[in-house]
């Protein structure tokens, strides 16, 4: 059975926080409005030593005005005291408790809208983030030289993938991945080797690259992915042998430190990029986690508008 594509971790992480962030961000604005109405509505205190020296109105109105002395006239008006903080009465705390639980049991869609707004909030705010990574590293994502290339090589749309020869959604990805390359003949597909997940993906990786000096990147790589059970150096080098690949020349390059400094670039590439996980596609400066079901079409409609736009670095 194929195993069911990696959730979107984004979507996970607002939905962990925004019930969290929902209550105290209620909660907030009703104290704001209540502080807002008791203080507007509770008179100001008056001193005694005010109230004697205020008199009557009849008195008041009657007083001859006294003239204003020059020294009184330029002198500073005094700065105005800020207001005290109010301070709640039990039973101001016992309503503004009661006001937000009777709010939220009423209207609890508000968690919804919570979420839904943290959500976009992240993902227009890690968009950003993506497209201004893969300007600054355009070059190295797009147009390395010596890439593990699928389809054309000299296609008009590259398509990058981060990858790891022991992940179930990359298997689950490869028939996608495919169909894209068959179904579209001038469309470049860049693969980034990503071996997180064991000491055997490593060593896959490794074979892979090797293989890549002989020509037989794609057709190993395929293999690799199709292949049931862990992959490891043993595996990999059974299915080399399999394809009919210059064994003794695969092994001496495999072992070369060049074959070893192209996947720990790779790493420190997926590092910048801030991927931490495979399968991760980016088009352009657009970028797809995961394996969903519908990853060709996502993958087809993203090559398709960036082919009708136009893409200096992809």
Request: hydrophobic share 40%.
């Amino acid at each position: 059975m194929s195993p069911s594509p990696r959730p979107n971790l984004l979507r996970a992480a607002a939905q962990s926080k925004a019930l969290w962030l929902a209550v105290p961000a209620i909660a907030a604005l009703v104290l704001l409005a209540l502080a807002g109405h008791w203080a507007v509505n509770t008179p100001a205190p008056v001193s005694v030593a005010e109230a004697e020296t205020v008199p009557p109105a009849a008195a008041e109105a009657a007083k001859p005005a006294e003239p204003v002395k020059a020294a009184e006239a330029a002198k500073p008006a005094e700065a105005a005291k800020a207001p005290e903080l109010t301070t709640f009465t039990g039973d101001q705390k016992k309503e503004i408790e009661q006001i937000i639980k009777s709010y939220l049991v009423t209207n609890p869609e508000i968690f919804v809208e919570v979420q839904n707004a943290l959500e976009a909030k992240t993902e227009k705010e890690q968009a950003e983030k993506l497209k201004a990574a893969i300007s600054q590293n355009s070059g190295e994502i797009y147009r390395a030289s010596g890439a593990s290339v699928g389809g054309n090589a000299d296609g008009d749309i590259t398509v990058v993938e981060f990858f790891d020869y022991n992940c179930g959604y990359c298997k689950h990805g490869l028939h996608d991945v495919a169909k894209l390359i068959e179904t579209d003949p001038k469309v470049r597909v860049v693969f980034k080797e990503l071996p997180i997940l064991s000491k055997g993906s490593e060593e896959a990786s490794r074979v892979a690259l090797a293989a890549q000096r002989q020509g037989k990147y794609w057709e190993l790589h395929k293999a690799m992915l199709s292949a049931k059970g862990q992959m490891n150096e043993a595996a990999a080098l059974q299915l080399a042998e399999k394809l009919g690949l210059d064994m003794t020349k695969l092994k001496a390059d495999m072992a070369s430190p060049e074959v070893k400094a192209e996947v720990e670039k790779s790493e420190a590439l997926a590092k910048k990029m801030g991927v931490n996980g495979t399968p991760h596609f980016l088009i352009g400066d657009r970028a797809i986690a995961g394996a969903p079901e519908d990853l060709y079409d996502q993958l087809e409609k993203n090559v398709t508008e960036l082919r009708k736009q136009g893409c200096s670095y992809c």
